[in-house]
Nanobody, 122 residues
Framework: VQLQASGGGVVQAGGSLRLSCAAP????????MAWFRQPPGKEREFVGA????????YYADSVKGRFTISRDNAKNTVSLQMNSLKPDDTAVYYC????????????????WGQGTLVTVSS
């Protein structure tokens, strides 16, 4: 499945940004969808994920209460609403998909988007 992430940009600390990921695949509703990020010079890390039905979400502690994942299975899209952004949120953000378990480990995900850069200025 091909994933297309978009919505990155430059925002001031305290601001908001919304990322979107399109997955034009007839099996989209069967995928666990997730967002990861890779800060400059660091390893890729888990941000959050949403299960197939959209009812269950889970987040990294660092973004809990600030970021919200949602999905629209009819439109084959998943979004990441990011509020109260901090300079530490600066990273390339990736959406990922998996048909099996998902989880918080990058290696669990079979499919990846190209990444979109988010820069939060202080």
């Amino acid at each position: 499945v091909q994933l297309q992430a978009s919505g990155g940009g430059v925002v001031q600390a305290g601001g908001s940004l919304r990322l979107s990921c399109a997955a034009p695949d007839r099996m989209f509703s069967g995928y666990v969808m997730a967002w990861f990020r890779q800060p400059p010079g660091k390893e890729r890390e888990f941000v959050g994920a949403i299960r197939r039905s959209g009812g269950n979400t889970y987040y990294a502690d660092s973004v809990k209460g600030r970021f919200t994942i949602s999905r629209d299975n009819a439109k084959n899209t998943v979004s990441l609403q990011m509020n109260s952004l901090k300079p530490d949120d600066t990273a390339v953000y990736y959406c990922a998909a998996d048909l099996v378990a998902g989880g918080t480990t990058p290696s669990n995900y079979a499919y990846w988007g190209q990444g979109t850069l988010v820069t939060v200025s202080s």
